[in-house]
């Protein structure tokens, strides 16, 4: 059996996605990530940009995260850029971007672990292409929130646990413990 090699993806923890709804979910990621760092495992942070004439504007009129300041990732998360294999600037809601399946298979990562905003966007969609291409997602149920409220979170992990299996929705304490996930019995 191959050894699992997974990687934690911090998917659009930006200023411009901070509302009143996922403000509360920075403080756990940055546990989640320091936690990780401390393990000595990767890094990959993403951040969104909402290009003119998108998907975003032409369907649903949305315009934001054009500017450098909403596109930059929270300032709680600077002490980790540097640790970070990559920051992944995307386009689209899915980290599945040709740098970033580059990455993946360059580094041969077998799982993704998932932490950010929104639940019901960029992570769900990220887990979903990670699933579609054969590398094992998992998503940190307290370290993700959505800009839409309680309610689209979860939502989201709902559709998750019956498309990438529930046993593949974890919390930052039963990962970092090794009790669940890719670092069950300390052996990834």
Avoid at 81 to 101: D, H, L, M, R, Y
Avoid at 112 to 122: F, M, P, R
Avoid at 166 to 184: A, I, W, Y
């Amino acid at each position: 059996m191959k050894s699992r090699r997974p990687v934690l993806v911090v998917v659009d923890v930006q200023a411009g996605f901070i509302n009143e709804h996922s403000q509360g979910v920075v403080p756990s990621v940055v546990r989640l990530v320091k936690g990780w760092v401390a393990l000595g495992r990767p890094l990959v942070f993403t951040r969104f940009f909402n290009p003119p004439d998108s998907p975003y504007e032409h369907i649903t009129g949305w315009t934001g995260l054009r500017n450098p300041e909403e596109q930059r990732l929270v300032d709680e998360l600077d002490p980790f850029i540097q640790a970070a294999a990559a920051v992944i600037n995307k386009p689209g809601s899915s980290a599945f971007t040709e740098e970033f399946t580059a990455l993946v298979k360059g580094a041969d990562w077998t799982d993704i672990v998932l932490a950010g905003i929104d639940t019901d966007a960029c992570v769900y969609d990220t887990a979903l292409a990670a699933y579609h291409s054969g590398v094992r997602p998992w998503i940190i149920t307290d370290a993700c929130a959505s800009t839409g409220g309680p309610e689209y979170h979860e939502a989201a992990l709902l559709l998750a646990g019956r498309n990438i299996n529930r046993r593949h929705l974890l919390t930052t304490e039963s990962l970092l413990s090794g009790k669940g996930g890719p670092l069950e019995g300390g052996t990834a």
